[in-house]
């Protein structure tokens, strides 16, 4: 037997040593003169906020339910279970849907997330930056201290549900933004540029030119020319704007203003959305990015989606969910119990996809009526639960299927359905 180990002996051989105090550093220095924390990053930079908001929304959308273990083949679901009602509605002023959303955004912001039970069943979302971890344990915080704007309170470990990705040698996350640090200085950097060069620079679409050996110019001519130009060809109340000027005398015009193309604008944004959506495992078309999209590859990126974008952060957060929370209201066998989220209305596809390949599989009918009714909200009917079969479909190899009608009931003695036609005489024969 090799667990011989005390889990205090383990706590022994190490410390935090400020592990748990660095994860408050949430910042990110993005020149010089300008540093922003991960929430200021997430509200004022469009592709990290796009990105989160994606996994956030197309999390909280999905309904998870508690299942009980009934053996190694069934489960049984229970809908009035305490724990089945606080996950529906965690508390009097949060839905369900808001309540993931937040769990999932503070998650892929920070890389940490917390929930606080409270008295009477209730969850409480912890905003991420205001939460320390703290203590001596190296495995994990012993207590967690919410600087509130009003007090500082310390909440014990058994009291927080506590979310966190990889952290090294401490049981905390490191933000996903931190991998993007140079990413984010580059395009803010480049968005700067941009930005100087519209504000700075001249403020002209392009230049006449007029040869130096033309006819001399008046200084009357030159105010006529002037004048002439901006009332057909400049401003707002242009009489020719964007028609073809005549030009005299030699002159030429030539274009001198920068385009979005020159100063790479679309290219230099793409960058960052790709790079973005890339640290959170997302496929570019999923938000947006169709330069190299299909038809075909959309498609099997949706049915991806759920699987090996969003499946980790499914399983993650069930998990927590069974360590963490469900012993609090099954103490005994809390393994007997567990959630799950409802992806399968998202995996089977369309309706017509899974008509297409049910009745084949099943060979034969596979909704009753009152079933395709309820469907489009249409109350059942009387005699709409039976399934309809038709006569020529039978089941395991049934030997006496439904006899066909003889037809011996035919009227005026007429030849029978059975019966050949009489062959028609040859007319060589005759």
């Given at each position: 037997?090799?667990?011989?180990?005390?889990?205090?002996?383990?706590?022994?051989?190490?410390?935090?040593?400020?592990?748990?105090?660095?994860?408050s550093?949430?910042?990110?220095?993005?020149?010089?003169?300008?540093?922003?924390d991960?929430?200021?990053?997430?509200?004022?930079?469009?592709?990290?906020r796009?990105?989160?908001?994606f996994?956030?929304?197309?999390?909280?959308?999905l309904?998870?339910?508690?299942?009980?273990?009934?053996?190694?083949t069934?489960?049984?679901?229970?809908?009035?279970?305490?724990?089945?009602?606080?996950?529906?509605?965690?508390n009097?002023?949060?839905t369900?849907?808001?309540?993931?959303?937040?769990?999932?955004?503070?998650?892929?912001?920070?890389?940490?997330?917390y929930?606080?039970?409270?008295k009477?069943?209730?969850?409480?979302?912890?905003?991420?930056?205001?939460?320390?971890?703290k203590?001596?344990?190296?495995?994990?915080?012993?207590?967690?201290?919410?600087?509130?704007?009003?007090?500082?309170?310390?909440?014990?470990?058994?009291?927080?549900?506590?979310?966190?990705?990889?952290?090294?040698?401490?049981?905390?996350?490191e933000?996903?933004?931190?991998?993007?640090r140079?990413?984010?200085?580059?395009?803010?950097?480049?968005?700067q540029?941009?930005?100087?060069?519209?504000?700075?620079?001249?403020?002209?679409?392009?230049?006449?030119?007029?040869?130096?050996?033309?006819?001399?110019?008046?200084?009357?001519?030159?105010?006529?020319f002037?004048?002439?130009?901006?009332?057909?060809?400049?401003?707002?109340?242009?009489?020719e704007g964007?028609?073809?000027?005549?030009?005299?005398d030699?002159?030429?015009?030539?274009?001198a203003?920068?385009?979005?193309?020159?100063?790479?604008?679309?290219e230099?944004?793409?960058?960052?959305?790709?790079?973005?959506?890339?640290?959170?495992?997302?496929?570019p078309?999923?938000?947006?990015?169709?330069?190299?999209?299909t038809?075909?590859?959309?498609?099997?990126?949706?049915?991806m989606?759920?699987?090996?974008t969003?499946?980790?952060?499914?399983?993650?957060?069930?998990?927590?969910?069974?360590?963490?929370?469900?012993?609090?209201?099954?103490?005994?066998?809390?393994?007997?119990?567990?959630?799950?989220?409802?992806?399968?209305?998202k995996?089977?596809?369309?309706?017509?996809?899974?008509?297409?390949?049910?009745?084949?599989?099943?060979?034969?009918?596979?909704?009753?009526?009152?079933?395709?009714?309820?469907?489009?909200?249409?109350?059942?009917?009387?005699?709409?639960?039976?399934l309809?079969?038709p006569?020529?479909?039978t089941?395991?190899?049934?030997?006496?299927?439904?006899?066909?009608?003889?037809?011996s009931?035919?009227?005026?003695?007429?030849?029978?359905?059975?019966?050949?036609?009489?062959?028609?005489?040859?007319?060589?024969?005759?």
């Amino acid at each position: 037997m090799a667990f011989v180990v005390s889990e205090g002996t383990v706590q022994s051989v190490s410390r935090p040593n400020g592990a748990w105090s660095s994860s408050s550093v949430r910042r990110i220095q993005l020149s010089p003169w300008l540093a922003m924390d991960y929430f200021e990053i997430w509200r004022t930079q469009p592709s990290v906020r796009r990105t989160v908001s994606f996994l956030a929304r197309n999390i909280a959308q999905l309904s998870i339910h508690l299942f009980e273990r009934k053996g190694d083949t069934d489960r049984a679901r229970l809908t009035d279970h305490p724990l089945a009602l606080l996950l529906g509605q965690p508390n009097s002023f949060t839905t369900k849907y808001r309540f993931l959303n937040a769990l999932v955004s503070d998650f892929a912001i920070y890389d940490v997330a917390y929930w606080w039970k409270i008295k009477g069943g209730k969850l409480i979302h912890l905003p991420a930056p205001l939460i320390t971890p703290k203590g001596d344990n190296w495995l994990t915080p012993d207590v967690f201290e919410f600087q509130g704007q009003r007090a500082k309170q310390t909440i014990p470990r058994d009291q927080v549900l506590y979310f966190r990705g990889y952290g090294g040698i401490a049981d905390v996350g490191e933000s996903p933004l931190e991998s993007l640090r140079q990413i984010l200085r580059e395009d803010w950097t480049a968005s700067q540029l941009r930005e100087q060069v519209m504000n700075n620079g001249a403020r002209h679409s392009g230049v006449i030119s007029r040869p130096k050996d033309a006819p001399k110019w008046s200084d009357d001519a030159r105010k006529r020319f002037k004048e002439d130009w901006q009332q057909k060809y400049a401003g707002a109340l242009a009489s020719e704007g964007g028609g073809t000027p005549i030009l005299e005398d030699g002159m030429t015009w030539a274009g001198a203003s920068q385009t979005a193309k020159e100063l790479q604008y679309v290219e230099s944004r793409k960058l960052t959305d790709e790079e973005v959506t890339r640290s959170y495992f997302i496929p570019p078309p999923m938000i947006g990015i169709l330069d190299h999209a299909t038809f075909a590859n959309i498609e099997e990126q949706h049915r991806m989606l759920y699987q090996d974008t969003l499946g980790p952060w499914l399983t993650m957060i069930q998990d927590e969910i069974a360590l963490q929370l469900i012993p609090d209201f099954e103490p005994v066998k809390p393994e007997r119990f567990y959630v799950e989220f409802n992806i399968r209305e998202k995996l089977t596809g369309n309706f017509e996809q899974r008509a297409a390949v049910m009745q084949p599989a099943i060979g034969g009918p596979w909704l009753t009526i009152n079933e395709g009714r309820a469907l489009d909200n249409r109350p059942p009917i009387e005699g709409g639960d039976e399934l309809i079969r038709p006569l020529n479909v039978t089941q395991n190899g049934d030997q006496a299927p439904i006899p066909a009608d003889d037809g011996s009931d035919v009227a005026g003695g007429g030849m029978k359905p059975t019966q050949k036609p009489p062959a028609e005489e040859d007319d060589e024969t005759e």
